[in-house]
């Protein structure tokens, strides 16, 4: 599964950007695309998907009922990188001011690297969740 603007990703290794770190890696394709509000279900868990762009064009966050899982959008204490092919520091500031700061305090966070958090710690101690630029939002 994977969002639908990030699908060709997975058609070739120079889009993944495996090429230039040295991994072979085949090309596939997702047995499904997502969209934001779709709900990923996998036994007795539901995860809403939350179209969350900035790391790519397809980042995703999937929201539970208590965590939600950021992947490369929100990290402890920081973000994802922007400066990659397909990156934009201005959706993921829209991503996170628009979508992940208005999700409840108390919800824990699993981002694709490094420590959990919740959204509420990280509302007030990321510098990028409590010091928005405006000239970013446009």
């Not at 599964?1 to 090429?19: C, F, N, Q």
Request: no cysteine.
């Amino acid at each position: 599964m994977i969002h639908v603007l990030d699908g060709d990703i997975l058609s070739g290794a120079e889009k993944r950007l495996s090429a230039i770190f040295g991994f072979a890696t085949e090309p596939s394709v997702a047995d499904s695309f997502l969209k934001d509000g779709d709900v990923v279900r996998f036994g007795d868990v539901e995860l809403q998907v939350i179209h969350t762009p900035g790391h790519t064009p397809g980042s995703i966050s999937l929201r539970g009922k208590e965590a939600v899982f950021t992947g490369d959008t929100l990290f402890a204490g920081s973000v994802g990188r922007v400066d990659l092919p397909g990156g934009s520091g201005r959706d993921l500031m829209r991503s996170l001011s628009e979508k992940l700061t208005l999700l409840p305090d108390e919800l824990v966070v699993y981002p694709g690297h490094g420590p959990m958090s919740t959204i509420g710690r990280e509302k007030r101690s990321n510098p990028f969740l409590r010091d928005f630029d405006v000239a970013l939002l446009g």
